[in-house]
């Protein structure tokens, strides 16, 4: 543990400012404030939080962990990397063959029929670049237009929640949820169940996750899905990508950094002598694929292809990233996998600098 011990003690004296306790402070705690009424508020459960908390794989094995690792924390937008991993699964079931399809050719009368609307492909909604158009879940794309994100390195042009002239699909990067959870829902009605179920059954059982992590949705996110397959029609909840408005996943930092391990892997997990290939590679390998309008960023997850948005970090690396603080750091060259949670963002690059030293 000396190796990592500079890692550590930086991280637990950098802890993000939001208070532990969402309900004793709920001013000081989130990313909705920003947006305009009525969505200025939580409209999914939030829960208290854990310390700085973290854990190092490297090789396969844990060497590293401090905090409450096993404590099951919301880690807000890390889930939006868990809806393309998703996506992948319904590609290697068949289900999504051509990820340049238009979302609209399967799957009518939900968000995807208007004439600006029919032309999103499933690729425009992994990278960021689908312009879609509309109320999601209760939600007006509108609240994310302009988005302030701490990782986008380019200025946003207007006032967050005003309505910026929509662009032609694909044509356009901004950061945003609204729009991914539309893609959320895209993919339950894709799979005809409900999205929380995929995700314990085709990734979180395979690679030996715990019980505790839930994906839970907003309090007035129901949708009736009609019977399919033999299944009966059911009542499920559609779930968020993040946190921004309350819900997502809460999951700990012991199995974010085995769906971490599993990227790493390329979408393989080993357990004793089996190989059980849960994701495709070739998924995994396009997920890393930087998106034409915006480098640094892939399918759902922010690249370092020109080492600009984390500058001590290798060309090679690649992140999951939510707000308060939480972070997946994936180095394929070092076969390692990092995970910190409510560190402040503006230190996440002397985070980063510390581990690389501890590496070398």
Same mark, same amino acid.
């Given at each position: 543990?000396?190796?990592?011990?500079?890692?550590?003690?930086?991280?637990?004296?950098?802890?993000?400012?939001?208070?532990?306790?969402?309900?004793?402070?709920?001013?000081?705690?989130?990313?909705?404030?920003?947006?305009?009424?009525?969505?200025?508020?939580?409209?999914?459960?939030?829960?208290?939080?854990?310390?700085?908390?973290?854990?190092?794989?490297?090789?396969?094995?844990?060497?590293?962990?401090?905090?409450?690792?096993?404590?099951?924390?919301?880690?807000?937008?890390?889930?939006? #990397?868990?809806? !393309?991993?998703?996506? =992948?699964?319904?590609?290697?079931?068949?289900? @999504? /063959?051509?990820? %340049?399809?238009?979302?609209?050719?399967?799957?009518?009368?939900?968000?995807?029929?208007?004439?600006?609307?029919?032309?999103?492909?499933?690729?425009?909604?992994?990278?960021?670049?689908?312009?879609?158009?509309?109320?999601?879940?209760?939600?007006?794309?509108?609240?994310?237009?302009?988005?302030?994100?701490?990782?986008?390195?380019?200025?946003?042009?207007?006032?967050?929640?005003?309505?910026?002239?929509?662009?032609?699909?694909?044509?356009?990067?901004?950061?945003?949820?609204?729009?991914?959870?539309?893609?959320?829902?895209?993919?339950?009605?894709?799979?005809?169940?409900?999205?929380?179920?995929?995700?314990?059954?085709?990734?979180?059982?395979?690679?030996?996750? #715990?019980?505790? !992590?839930?994906?839970? =949705?907003?309090?007035?996110?129901?949708?009736? @899905? /009609?019977?399919? %397959?033999?299944?009966?029609?059911?009542?499920?909840?559609?779930?968020?990508?993040?946190?921004?408005?309350?819900?997502?996943?809460?999951?700990?930092?012991?199995?974010?950094?085995?769906?971490?391990?599993?990227?790493?892997?390329?979408?393989?997990?080993?357990?004793?002598?089996?190989?059980?290939?849960?994701?495709?590679?070739?998924?995994?390998?396009?997920?890393?694929?930087?998106?034409?309008?915006?480098?640094?960023?892939?399918?759902?997850?922010?690249?370092?292809?020109?080492?600009?948005?984390?500058?001590?970090?290798?060309?090679?690396?690649?992140?999951?990233?939510?707000?308060?603080?939480?972070?997946?750091?994936?180095?394929?060259?070092?076969?390692?996998?990092?995970?910190?949670?409510?560190?402040?963002?503006?230190?996440?690059?002397?985070?980063?600098?510390?581990?690389?030293?501890?590496?070398?």
């Amino acid at each position: 543990m000396t190796q990592w011990s500079d890692v550590i003690a930086f991280s637990q004296l950098h802890e993000v400012d939001w208070p532990r306790d969402p309900a004793k402070d709920p001013d000081r705690w989130g990313v909705h404030h920003p947006d305009p009424p009525p969505w200025n508020r939580l409209l999914g459960p939030v829960h208290e939080r854990g310390p700085v908390s973290g854990v190092i794989r490297q090789r396969g094995e844990m060497v590293a962990q401090w905090g409450e690792p096993h404590r099951s924390d919301l880690t807000f937008s890390v889930a939006k #990397t868990y809806l !393309a991993m998703l996506a =992948g699964i319904a590609h290697d079931e068949g289900l @999504l /063959p051509d990820v %340049d399809e238009p979302v609209s050719r399967r799957l009518k009368e939900i968000g995807f029929d208007s004439p600006h609307n029919q032309t999103i492909t499933w690729r425009h909604l992994l990278t960021q670049v689908s312009e879609w158009d509309g109320n999601c879940l209760g939600i007006e794309d509108t609240v994310d237009r302009y988005r302030v994100v701490s990782h986008d390195p380019r200025p946003v042009m207007g006032v967050k929640g005003t309505a910026r002239p929509l662009q032609t699909p694909g044509t356009y990067w901004e950061y945003n949820d609204v729009r991914i959870n539309q893609l959320s829902l895209a993919l339950l009605h894709l799979f005809g169940k409900s999205l929380p179920d995929v995700w314990r059954e085709k990734i979180l059982t395979p690679i030996g996750a #715990t019980d505790d !992590a839930q994906w839970r =949705g907003y309090d007035d996110a129901w949708v009736d @899905l /009609p019977a399919k %397959d033999g299944r009966p029609a059911q009542r499920v909840k559609s779930v968020p990508g993040g946190t921004h408005w309350g819900a997502g996943v809460s999951i700990s930092a012991h199995d974010q950094a085995l769906i971490g391990q599993l990227m790493l892997q390329k979408g393989a997990w080993f357990h004793h002598s089996k190989k059980t290939q849960v994701i495709s590679a070739h998924w995994i390998n396009q997920m890393m694929q930087p998106c034409p309008l915006a480098s640094f960023y892939g399918w759902l997850v922010w690249l370092n292809t020109d080492r600009t948005t984390f500058t001590h970090a290798s060309e090679q690396s690649y992140f999951m990233v939510g707000a308060g603080g939480n972070y997946v750091w994936i180095m394929p060259e070092e076969q390692t996998v990092v995970v910190v949670r409510w560190l402040e963002s503006n230190r996440f690059d002397g985070f980063v600098e510390r581990v690389m030293k501890a590496l070398n």
